[in-house]
Nanobody, 122 residues
Framework: VQLQASGGGLVQAGDSLRLSCVASGRTFSMYAMGWFRQAPGKERQFVAAISRGGGNTDYVDSVKGRFTISRDNAKNTVYLQMKSLNPEDTAVYYC????????????????WGQGTEVTVSS
């Protein structure tokens, strides 16, 4: 599985962005998907995950109510809608695929995209 993330950019605090991650191959629906982020000098952090069918989601507390993860299996795409962005959200955002079930730990994921940078100015 190859993953291609996009949608990052430079925004102001309070703005919104939608990240997209397109997967290659015909087995997208067999993978739970996750979004992680890594700020400079920090470890990669779990942001959100979604189950194979999209019926279950999970979020880190700091983004609950602001971020929404969704997927369109017909388009092999997972999204991360981000609202009310603040400077603490500044990071490189990565999408990742994990066979079968969701997870919150980076090492549990099998495939990674290249990352898309999000910068939020105050």
């Amino acid at each position: 599985v190859q993953l291609q993330a996009s949608g990052g950019g430079l925004v102001q605090a309070g703005d919104s962005l939608r990240l997209s991650c397109v997967a290659s191959g015909r087995t997208f629906s067999m993978y739970a998907m996750g979004w992680f982020r890594q700020a400079p000098g920090k470890e990669r952090q779990f942001v959100a995950a979604i189950s194979r069918g999209g019926g279950n989601t999970d979020y880190v507390d700091s983004v609950k109510g602001r971020f929404t993860i969704s997927r369109d299996n017909a388009k092999n795409t997972v999204y991360l809608q981000m609202k009310s962005l603040n400077p603490e959200d500044t990071a490189v955002y990565y999408c990742a695929a994990r066979r079968v079930i969701m997870g919150t730990v980076p090492r549990e994921y099998d495939y990674w995209g290249q990352g898309t940078e999000v910068t939020v100015s105050s």
